[in-house]
């Protein structure tokens, strides 16, 4: 299996449950914040993003909030299923339209139980 | 994703030799990365380049070295493989002009050295 799990802070949810990663970022500068989720053996997937300018969007079952107060952003999914399982990293860049390139978090693996 | 391929997808090698790394994509993106991926460090960028006039060190780009030899290609080198250049390594595509400011991610690439 996928060895990018080791060591990593690990949730573990009942299917139907709601989930909620969270993530503490580190620039208070960064202007632009992305999920991506990561299934074993694939590559990273963007969820959703958000701009500083906003404290809360909405996906298909996801909603990323951003306190910019804490330097701190989360994601919740509703109704978590199995598909869901996967290794779930935030990231953060000064600038999306500029030069700058994204910090990533070290993630957390999400298991749902059937 | 489908639109930025990797090869190999895994590949086993012996330090000391030299060893490259493909990445292609049809998304028309400027933007190029390269990331290795090891267990609980989360994503680290490694180069990147944002025309293919344009080569930049990422966090960690000791021991490596690129070639933007199109828009749509971008390959990453070991000049001499050692040991601890074993990990996941991933090519990402980003948009410089579009509204969507995220990376798109390839498979990956599994190398062991040995």
């Known amino acids: 299996g996928e060895s990018v799990g080791l060591h990593l802070p690990t949730l573990s949810v009942q299917e139907g449950d709601n989930s909620i990663i969270n993530c503490a970022y580190s620039?208070?500068?960064?202007?632009?914040f992305i999920w991506y989720k990561q299934e074993s053996g694939k590559g990273p997937q963007f969820i959703i993003d958000?701009?500083?300018?906003?404290d809360k969007r909405q996906g298909q079952r996801v909603t990323v909030l951003l306190n910019k107060t804490v330097k701190h952003l989360s994601l919740q999914i509703a109704a978590t299923q199995p598909g869901d399982s996967a290794v779930y990293f935030c990231?953060?860049?000064?600038?999306?339209?500029?030069?700058?390139?994204?910090?990533f978090g070290k993630g957390t693996m999400l298991l749902v139980s059937p | 994703d489908a639109d930025v391929t990797q090869t190999p997808r895994n590949r086993i090698t012996k330090t000391g030799k030299r060893i490259m790394l493909e990445c292609s994509q049809t998304?028309?993106?400027?933007?190029m990365y390269w990331y290795r991926q090891d267990p609980g460090l989360g994503l680290r960028l490694i180069y990147y380049?944002?025309?293919?006039?344009?080569?930049n060190k990422g966090e960690i780009s000791d021991g490596y070295s690129v070639s933007r030899q199109a828009q749509a290609k971008f390959s990453l080198s070991l000049e001499s493989a050692i040991p601890n250049q074993t990990a996941l390594y991933f090519c990402?595509?980003?948009?410089?002009?579009?509204?969507?400011?995220?990376?798109?991610f390839g498979p990956g690439t599994r190398l062991l050295v040995l």
């Open positions: 990402a595509t980003s948009d410089l002009y579009g509204e969507e400011k995220t990376q798109y």
């Open positions: 620039n208070s500068a960064s202007d632009y």
């Open positions: 958000i701009r500083s300018n906003m």
């Open positions: 990231a953060e860049t000064l600038d999306p339209s500029g030069y700058s390139t994204l910090t």
């Open positions: 998304k028309g993106h400027d933007r």
């Open positions: 380049s944002f025309d293919v006039k344009d080569i």
